[in-house]
């Protein structure tokens, strides 16, 4: 199948390209690179060395046979995407080319209208160049489980059915994001399903849980095929982040208490997800929601896993809350019981459990562990709900009060002296 990827160069895109062309699709994509220039912006850069996108698509080519066309460019230009369609004709196209961070968009208001308008812009064109230029083409979209924030009942997949005053409908599940990114993604979804509706478009919107691992199979040992791994506040995602706090032995951040449950999943089985929804496209017309996840976990329960698989390797980190910059949306214990049926019958199998995957992905952060050390700094967090910019404290001894004291100061400091 012809498959155009939006946000090629991206941690997910990087390696849904490799995957995808190792399935035998003939690729494509395009990206104007953003996400290299935002983490800097965060003081920060990817934990795994990447290559420049030149040297990216050379690797691919001598790797897997397949010459993958790319355009260094923005998709907010409908020109530009009017051509790529034209002349790479898709018969799908998998939009990742979003800003993906909740913090980021909660910085200020530039941040948080930057945010929302490439968001919904690129979105938009996508949906045009599907209408006019290839309406046969399925569109995947990744959505994200966050648009429902978390609700004190069950979260169906998209749509739930109600009786209200006698009367009986089958309606989207209210969205009730946390951040002004998870509302662009709202926005996102509710374009599409319009789109969908009014022009007969195919779409799967995905609500992917928290993404997290340091590579996906066939990657090999060419460093030019790695994807990126981030961990500074904003573009690293929690697992990852005390991954790459656990190889420096910094102290593992958990923000507040922990007791936030969300739904994770390994990137290998992200793209086992993708390639799933893929090649098995929706009826024209329909707009279907899958929750792609593999478990629900605490923040609590993946610090101590992260802590102990780092034990085994040696690495004495300690675990150590500090307060929650998103203290206003995260509740400590919740109730968080979302779906997630449709991918498993489509043949989903979960490929690992957190502490393997975290086992592997410590392997792989060790030889980069003063990369990390140099942009510590960026670890702590300093984007607050509440608009004002400071760094975050430790809640110390006297913080959650079910929490063991595991030594953040000493951990901290430890890195402090070891670091360049
Ligand atoms: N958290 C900590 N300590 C940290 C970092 C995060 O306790 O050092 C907590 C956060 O408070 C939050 C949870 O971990 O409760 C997840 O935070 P995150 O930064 O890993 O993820 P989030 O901001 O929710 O966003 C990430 C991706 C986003 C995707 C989303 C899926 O960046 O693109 O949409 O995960 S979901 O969370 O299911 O909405």
């Given at each position: 199948m012809r498959v155009f990827i939006a946000g090629m160069d991206g941690y997910l895109g990087w390696s849904l390209a490799q995957h995808l062309a190792r399935r035998g699709h003939e690729v494509a994509g395009a990206d104007a690179l953003y996400r290299r220039s935002w983490v800097e912006e965060m003081g920060s850069a990817s934990a795994i060395p990447i290559a420049t996108i030149d040297r990216r698509l050379e690797a691919l080519r001598e790797n897997t046979g397949n010459a993958i066309p790319f355009w260094n460019g923005d998709l907010r230009d409908y020109g530009l995407v009017d051509r790529i369609f034209r002349e790479f004709e898709p018969e799908a196209v998998i939009h990742l080319?979003?800003?993906?961070s909740a913090p980021y968009s909660m910085i200020d208001r530039e941040h948080t209208m930057f945010v929302q308008m490439n968001n919904l812009t690129t979105t938009f064109n996508l949906l045009f160049a599907i209408r006019d230029l290839a309406p046969g083409a399925h569109l995947m979209k990744l959505g994200t489980m966050g648009e429902y924030g978390t609700p004190n009942v069950d979260i169906p997949e998209g749509f739930f059915d109600v009786e209200y005053r006698g009367r009986k409908d089958r309606m989207p599940f209210p969205r009730q994001a946390p951040s002004w990114y998870h509302w662009s993604k709202v926005h996102g979804s509710n374009n599409i399903m319009f789109a969908c509706k009014i022009w007969g478009l195919r779409a799967t919107d995905v609500m992917q849980g928290v993404v997290f691992g340091s590579r996906i199979d066939g990657m090999g040992e060419d460093w030019r095929l790695r994807t990126r791994l981030d961990f500074d506040q904003a573009f690293g995602t929690v697992i990852n982040r005390f991954s790459c706090q656990a190889v420096i032995e910094h102290a593992l951040t958990p923000y507040g208490a922990g007791g936030q449950r969300r739904g994770f999943i390994p990137l290998r089985d992200s793209m086992q997800c993708l390639s799933l929804g893929l090649e098995n496209p929706p009826e024209a017309g329909e707009y279907r929601v899958f929750n792609q996840f593999a478990e629900t976990y605490s923040i609590r329960e993946l610090a101590d896993t992260v802590q102990k698989v780092a034990l085994t390797l040696g690495l004495n980190a300690g675990v150590a809350p500090v307060e929650n910059p998103r203290a206003a949306v995260e509740r400590h214990g919740h109730h968080f019981a979302p779906d997630h049926d449709r991918l498993r019958e489509l043949g989903y199998q979960p490929s690992r459990d957190v502490a393997s995957e975290v086992r592997e992905m410590l392997e792989d952060l060790l030889p980069h562990r003063d990369r990390i050390a140099k942009h510590q700094s960026a670890l702590l967090p300093d984007v607050h709900w509440d608009g004002r910019r400071r760094r975050v404290d430790y809640l110390g001894k006297d913080g959650p009060s079910d929490w063991t004291w595991a030594g953040a100061d000493e951990a901290v400091l430890k890195v402090d002296a070891a670091s360049p």
């Open positions: 080319g979003e800003c993906p």
